[in-house]
């Protein structure tokens, strides 16, 4: 099994920025691909980034593209998600997830987080 902790959702004004972090435990040597997703109330989870957790790939999805970033730490065991230029309609919960197999935009990862929610004023 894999323990996913997401952190650092808050409040935050358009155009302003906002780090979330992901902590992952247990057995993590099993994680080949982990990623971002968030959900606004009454939408369906959308699929946000990811990243290949021994390799250089990284994914986006097109709403965020060049204004979200998505990186490691393989040390700490830690996923990060850099938001920039946040606008209103990037308000959601953002759930951090991991899979044992290759990178998809879909929602069949195997390990996810309880979620963090990030709001963006207008």
């Known amino acids: 099994q894999v323990q996913l902790r997401e952190s650092g959702g808050t409040l935050v004004q358009a155009g302003g920025s906002l780090r979330l972090s992901c902590a992952a435990s247990?057995?993590?040597?099993?994680?080949?691909?982990m990623g971002w997703f968030r959900q606004a109330p009454g939408k369906e989870r959308e699929f946000v980034a990811a990243?290949?957790?021994?390799?250089?790939?990284?994914y986006y999805g097109d709403s965020v593209k060049g204004r979200f970033i998505i990186s490691r730490d393989n040390a700490k065991n830690t996923l990060y998600l850099q938001m920039n230029s946040l606008k209103p309609e990037d308000t959601a919960v953002y759930y951090c997830?991991?899979?044992?197999?290759?990178?998809?935009?879909?929602?069949?990862?195997?390990?996810w987080g309880q979620g963090t929610q990030v709001t963006v004023s207008s």
């Open positions: 990243i290949s957790w021994s390799g250089p790939s990284t």
């Open positions: 247990g057995r993590t040597f099993n994680i080949v691909t």
């Open positions: 997830a991991a899979r044992s197999g290759s990178f998809t935009r879909r929602y069949d990862y195997d390990y």
